[in-house]
Antibody, heavy 124, light 108 residues
Framework: QVQLVQSGAEVKKPGASVKVSCKAS????????MHWVRQAPGQRLEWMGW????????KYSQKFQGRVTITRDTSASTAYMELSSLRSEDTAVYYC?????????????????WGQGTMVTVSS | SYELTQPPSVSVSPGQTARITCSGD??????AYWYQQKPGQAPVLVIY???ERPSGIPERFSGSSSGTTVTLTISGVQAEDEADYYC???????????FGGGTKLTIL
């Protein structure tokens, strides 16, 4: 079945970087876009950006521009999200989520398959 | 920055109809999506493109749109529907995605 499996929890110090992976299975990885969304404890979901898994093109939320980098490795069917200059406010669960429509039909922005989430804690 | 506004909470009795609204200036031009999230779990897409239901989502979940407000309707609410519900849409010029603040649905 289609699933996304993310890397394990991370604890980082302020100023450090974190890189979260998201391994896809059950479908052709390069034919869908992958989004990243985060959720701080007790807070709303927050969209960070997406990557065209076929050609590697990306778009980022203005809030994270300059601090976030989303990449992919098609040979490993894996997407990555790296966030730098971490601060305590970045403590959150980070999710990858697949776009609902295949890329050939255009980006839908509906997120139909989600990873299990990766808890990132930023603390000195 | 663009915002989507949801009521913080909605309460209904089992078997009744729950309606959760989401307001945003760009909603007449942009599709809305709805997610159900239970504690400790990842969100689940329940409605896309305002009113379409993904496969596997019960028919009691429906969506509608009118002007700057979209509505998620759950008919014949069941205990298992108790969860947080988030709307999502795109800003006016289609540059970024935004989520609403979430609505906690309580089954009395």
């Amino acid at each position: 079945q289609v699933q996304l499996v993310q890397s394990g929890a991370e604890v980082k110090k302020p100023g450090a970087s974190v890189k979260v992976s998201c391994k896809a299975s059950g479908y052709t990885f390069s034919t869908y876009a992958m989004h990243w969304v985060r959720q701080a404890p007790g807070q709303r979901l927050e969209w960070m950006g997406w990557i065209n898994a076929g050609n590697g093109n990306t778009k980022y939320s203005q809030k994270f521009q300059g601090r976030v980098t989303i990449t992919r490795d098609t040979s490993a069917s894996t997407a990555y999200m790296e966030l730098s200059s971490l601060r305590s406010e970045d403590t959150a669960v980070y999710y990858c989520a697949r776009d609902y429509e295949p890329l050939r039909l255009g980006l839908s922005n509906a997120l139909d398959i989600w990873g299990q989430g990766t808890m990132v804690t930023v603390s000195s | 920055s663009y915002e989507l506004t949801q009521p913080p909470s909605v309460s209904v009795s089992p078997g009744q109809t729950a309606r959760i609204t989401c307001s945003g200036d760009a909603l007449p031009k942009q599709y809305a999506y709805w997610y159900q999230q239970k504690p400790g779990q990842a969100p689940v897409l329940v409605i896309y493109k305002d009113s379409e239901r993904p496969s596997g989502i019960p028919e009691r979940f429906s969506g509608s749109s009118s002007g700057t407000t979209v509505t998620l309707t759950i008919s014949g609410v069941q205990a298992e529907d108790e969860a947080d519900y988030y709307c999502q849409s795109t800003d006016t010029i289609g540059t970024y995605e935004v989520f609403g603040g979430g609505t906690k649905l309580t089954i009395l």
